[in-house]
């Protein structure tokens, strides 16, 4: 069970990288190095429909009605096994966004300049480049420019992203240039409250589970108790619980209200949040009800601090045996 707890923390950790790596992209566009403000004349998304074929890159970037940066992103790929090609379709879909998309907010909702940018982790960015130079592959049909990114987390005292160019060219963009992204680009998770990043929690990709149970747990659920409820779960017998009832459409929209670029309604899906729900029942956090769930919030579930996110809460009381018991009984 300790090495599924493991591999659950790892899984989070991934997510929370491939987030603030996202972040960073959108970041060094949106931020203006010449007047030190943010460009708020520049659109973003994620997870976009676009067509043909209603496809969704992971970030799109409109930087003006001509020119646009569609990014898609790769933490991690399969392993390929003898003559197995688990790469193919990942890449196949990369392929999909060199076209003429329809989807921009411009008149006819197209743009005529578009560059296409594969965002992927340190740990794999050589095998992404052997890949697509083995098979000749190609992302220029449409596209002006078609570059690989590969970010890690930077050392240091401050939280940062390492965006390096290890693959083609990006069109030169005010200060971003091909020359600072070869040689790499830090940036500062501080930063992203300077373009009103910082508060976003979720990219369009599913994250996992224990990291939505996290996110639910000390942003939503807690904002939910009223004075009047905790001080009526002070004076009854459960002490320090306070039951609250919630529903999965309302979390799924105060997720996405809040912890979404744009308040977009469509990244997190009702259901990733039925599948944390379930699995707060399955720790006995929760109940299912006529309408929907009821919860036994409390702020602190075990011996962890005030600040200390939930992540290795939840991931012992899901994996751990022994442990998948009611709050009831351990108070």
Known sequence: ?????????????NYEQSVNATLAT???????????????????????KMNPGEITPDLLIQLDEQRGIITELK?????????????????DQLKKYDSDLK???TPNKKITEQDLILLTSQKIGIHVNDYIDEKNL????????????????????KQAVFLQKIKGKVTDYKKITNDRLRTGITVSLEYLLMSGLSKIKFIDVKPNIVYLMSIMWDFVFS???????????????GGKIVEISIDVDDVRTKLNQNFTINGDNGVVKNEWVKEALENFVKIKLAKRNVTGYSIKYRKKIK???????KHKVFADLLFKEGVQTSLEEHY
């Open 1 to 13: 069970m300790r090495d599924k707890v493991q591999k659950t923390l790892e899984d989070v950790d």
């Open 26 to 48: 959108l970041h060094i566009y949106k931020y203006d190095d010449t007047t030190k403000k943010i460009d708020a004349s520049i659109k973003s998304w994620f997870g976009k």
């Open 75 to 91: 933490r991690s790929l399969p392993k390929n096994e003898g003559d197995k090609d688990l790469w193919k379709e990942e890449f």
């Open 103 to 105: 989807g921009w907010e």
């Open 138 to 157: 190609s992302f220029k049909d449409f596209s002006k420019e078609f570059a690989v990114l590969q970010f890690n987390p930077a050392s240091g005292i």
């Open 223 to 237: 904002s939910i108790p009223t004075e009047e409820d905790w001080r009526t779960a002070r004076e009854s017998k």
């Open 303 to 309: 011996d962890e601090g005030e600040s200390d996110n």
